[in-house]
């Protein structure tokens, strides 16, 4: 690339690409977050947070009264592919769920 002899790229070129390559590589935070329902019965919300995401008994009670009573609780953080897969899954365990900037 820029480092190869007999390169086009000037100077300026050179640190603007590499300052793109610095931010592509930066991970920017994402989180799941899983919305209040008629549907789906308290013990089983709490039931998926413990399977799912391996809370404790105590966290994924209180995970599901805060979806419970503010409608909605941050469940799970990480990448954004990450958090696109925790929110499938939380879709095919019948929750709403949604991802969002951290």
Request: glycine share 4%; hydrophobic share 40%; net charge negative.
């Amino acid at each position: 690339m820029s480092s190869v002899e007999g390169s086009t790229l000037t100077r300026e070129e050179t640190d603007l690409e590499a300052e793109f390559s610095t931010l592509q590589h930066v991970q920017r935070p994402y989180q799941v977050v899983v919305w209040n329902d008629p549907v789906n019965l308290m013990s089983y919300v709490a039931w998926v947070f413990r399977s799912y995401f391996g809370h404790s008994r105590q966290r994924a009670h209180q995970l599901m009264m805060q979806v419970h009573e503010q409608g909605r609780a941050v469940v799970a953080t990480g990448t954004r592919e990450q958090v696109e897969r925790h929110v499938t899954a939380m879709h095919h365990f019948g929750l709403q769920a949604t991802l969002e900037e951290a």
